[in-house]
């Protein structure tokens, strides 16, 4: 069908599609989620870089990602140069309006992964953040501890943080900053705090990248999601679990 969206035509297929068995949720009921948040979500996206990641055949289907704005596309769908160290300049989708995010999760992305930098600087974040993922024998409630020493140190640090949960079984929590550093800059930063943390809280936190290496009972302060290039899911995204849980 084609659906007029604020003065723009958008092409929405498959509508029936079942992307939660389960549930019996469709791509349909995915589309309407986003229209009723996008008030609140569109705020967290604008004039940033979207890393698709797509599930054409539902949450519990296959899926890969793509960051080249697909061709032909509407006009209307503002894109954002990024360019790698090596390699060609890259034009990523931008989703600055309903049009554009319904556009989006036509393509299949139920979860939305922005850039960590706008688009007029893409290497000087405005934040720095911290997967908080819960190894094998860590539960909810370790995260929920995990959780309060990373603000404890933060505060320490005059950071303000701001908490919310990705969906699945962990948290994440993000420190608006100044933009200046340059995103290896924020990772080292992010990396130095995870590792004294789990230094000082060892029976509960590791910052140990490799999973082979991870002990037992213990959450991850991941800090390599401040690596250049990579996204979390975006507040309110929808995740690719069967419950269908957002973040």
């Known amino acids: 069908i084609i659906a007029r ?3 723009r035509d958008v092409r929405l297929t498959n509508l029936r599609k079942v992307f939660w068995p389960e549930l019996g949720l469709t791509k349909r009921d995915l589309l309407q989620y986003y229209l009723d948040v996008s ?33 032909p596309r509407p006009d209307w769908v503002e894109l954002c140069q990024v360019a790698p160290a090596s390699g060609k300049t890259i034009d990523f989708p931008m989703v600055q309006d309903r049009a554009s995010l319904l556009w989006v999760v036509n393509l299949g992305c139920i979860d939305l992964n922005q850039w960590f930098a706008t688009s007029d600087d893409v290497d000087r974040p405005d934040y720095v953040h911290f997967d908080l993922d819960p190894g094998p024998g860590a539960t909810f409630d370790h995260v929920r501890q995990a ?10 640090l ?19 900053i100044v933009r200046g550093p340059v995103q290896k800059d924020v990772w080292t930063f992010a ?24 002990p037992h009972g213990r959450v991850l302060v991941d800090y390599n999601q ?9 507040i309110y995204s929808v995740r690719p679990r069967p419950d269908a849980t957002v973040s």
Do not use: C
């Open 5 to 7: 969206i604020d003065g």
């Open 226 to 234: 401040n690596a250049w290039g990579r996204t979390l899911a975006s």
């Open 147 to 156: 959780g309060l020493v990373v603000r404890e140190a933060l505060d320490a």
């Open 39 to 71: 008030a609140v979500l569109l705020p967290h996206l604008k004039n940033r870089a979207m890393v698709m990641k797509r599930y054409p055949h539902g949450a519990a289907g296959d899926f890969f990602f793509m960051k080249r704005a697909p061709s």
């Open 158 to 176: 005059r950071m303000p943080s701001l908490v919310k949960t990705t969906g699945s079984r962990g948290l994440h929590v993000y420190v608006p």
């Open 191 to 214: 990396k130095v705090l995870a590792q004294e943390l789990a230094s000082r809280h060892s029976a509960l936190i590791t910052a140990e990248y490799r999973v082979a290496k991870r």
